[in-house]
């Protein structure tokens, strides 16, 4: 069996190595891929958002099935686009992607269905907004509406930050037309907690709950990044959590999203608050987060394609899902600078027993040598028993890995470890 995988990224590389997993994979082709994913998969130079050269390669080459992971693709149409040439695909079409494409579209999904969030309004006037701010309470979050590689969401903490926020997305198109609307909501306060989700439009299965850690710097200091490590499970998702949410958020959005007649299949993302009220919704993803895939797929036991396989023939009901009873540590490894401006082209030295825990973000290859190439090089991804023995081993792992101005937190996971004490 070939399948195709959409993207470039450690996310990706995860991805495919757990797909890697199942027999009757014959060949892997990942578009673009990565110097590091090359080495599971063949990689093409074709960009994640080149719908039609995507469309092309898939009717020379005819995988039997695609996995698109990226944001931008799928909010673009690309699994409309391969659906129509007939290769079956695993994750939204674009009229359901929309939930992460529009935060003013989220947002307005949850108070039509009574799902709970921040309390919000939007705007795509920028006198409005400025307005609105005279009174609003501070700290505030400001929040472009379309997709912003992650950089979109910036939390005010005096009325001037807030303005400066919104002239900077809205006159000064810092996100491009992304930034042509915008929600400002209330701040929220309590541990946050990602849960991936798989769901056939019928059948909604939570993955393993996990915490990521956003800022550059060790205590969670510095400018938010796409993520410098992840744990899992995430001590504050208690199974008393976990019911609520799935009563009060899960199936809701499932059947709000139906309701709108725009059923959502593939892998959807819950980013939730804990609040003193309960638990709230502080963003939608439609696909698989980054760095969060790579600490909950090592943790899948069940057949990872068997089960997108199930999502995208909405038999995901006949499918028994289960997770390993063990956690895992993600460390991210990042070229010093980032997420600002960074050096690159260093080469990257890698144990053979290293290999198999390491998802490579950032590399490209260069005459067989792995040279860095982005902010994010790669990730080390440790499963063990405990969490504290996972993040030891994570970091251990790391240790063996060398490249020029390699740079990562050293306190990632301590915050799970003292909510466990």
Same mark, same amino acid.
């Given at each position: ?238 199974? $008393? *959590? ?13 059947? +709000?999203?139906? =309701?709108? #007649? %725009? ?83 260093? $080469? *990257? ?13 950032? +590399?490209?290859? =260069?005459? #067989? %040598? ?52």
């Amino acid at each position: 069996m070939d399948i195709l995988v959409v993207g470039g990224g450690g996310r990706e590389h995860a991805i495919i190595k757990k797909l890697r997993e199942n027999k009757s994979v014959d060949r892997i082709y990942a578009l673009p891929g990565n110097g590091g994913i090359a080495k599971d998969a063949e990689c093409f130079p074709v960009k994640a958002t080149d719908i039609d050269g995507i469309v092309a390669f898939a009717k020379k080459y005819r995988p039997d099935y695609a996995v698109v992971a990226p944001d931008d693709p799928l909010v673009m149409g690309c699994v409309d686009a391969l659906t129509n040439i007939g290769i079956p695909c695993f994750g939204p079409e674009a009229k359901a992607a929309i939930i992460e494409g529009s935060k003013v579209f989220a947002k307005n999904l949850m108070k039509k269905y009574g799902i709970p969030t921040a309390r919000y309004a939007t705007f795509d006037d920028m006198q409005d907004a400025l307005y609105y701010l005279e009174s609003a309470p501070i700290p505030t979050v400001i929040k472009a509406d379309g997709l912003a590689l992650g950089k979109g969401v910036i939390i005010a903490e005096t009325r001037a930050e807030a303005k400066n926020a919104v002239t900077m997305m809205m006159q000064d198109h810092k996100f491009g037309k992304s930034g042509d609307k915008i929600v400002i909501e209330e701040f929220l306060e309590g541990p946050e907690v990602s849960v991936l989700s798989f769901t056939d439009g019928k059948t909604i299965v939570p993955m393993i709950s996990s915490m990521d850690h956003k800022r550059a710097g060790d205590g969670d200091t510095g400018l938010n990044t796409g993520g410098m490590g992840t744990v899992a499970p995430n001590p504050y998702y208690t199974d $008393e *959590i976990a019911a609520r949410c799935m009563e009060e958020i899960f199936l809701p959005t499932v059947r +709000a999203m139906n =309701e709108e #007649g %725009r059923t959502f299949k593939g892998c959807l993302y819950f980013g939730l608050m804990i609040t003193k009220d309960g638990p709230k919704v502080i963003e939608y993803n439609c696909r698989f987060g980054d760095p969060e895939t790579q600490v909950v797929l090592p943790l899948l036991e069940t057949d990872l394609l068997t089960v997108m396989q199930a999502v995208t023939e909405e038999r995901l009901a006949d499918v028994e899902v289960s997770w390993s009873d063990g956690c895992a540590c993600c460390v991210v490894a990042a070229s010093e600078g980032y997420p600002v401006s960074y050096e690159k082209g260093y $080469e *990257i030295t890698i144990p053979d027993e290293v290999w198999p825990y390491v998802y490579i973000a950032g +590399a490209e290859d =260069e005459d #067989g %040598r792995l040279l860095t190439s982005g902010g994010r090089v790669l990730g080390v991804t440790a499963v063990m028993p405990t969490l504290a023995e996972a993040i030891e081993a994570s970091y251990g792992m790391l240790d063996e890995i060398d490249f020029a101005n390699k740079y990562y937190r050293v306190d990632i996971g301590q915050r799970a470890l003292r909510a466990l004490r």
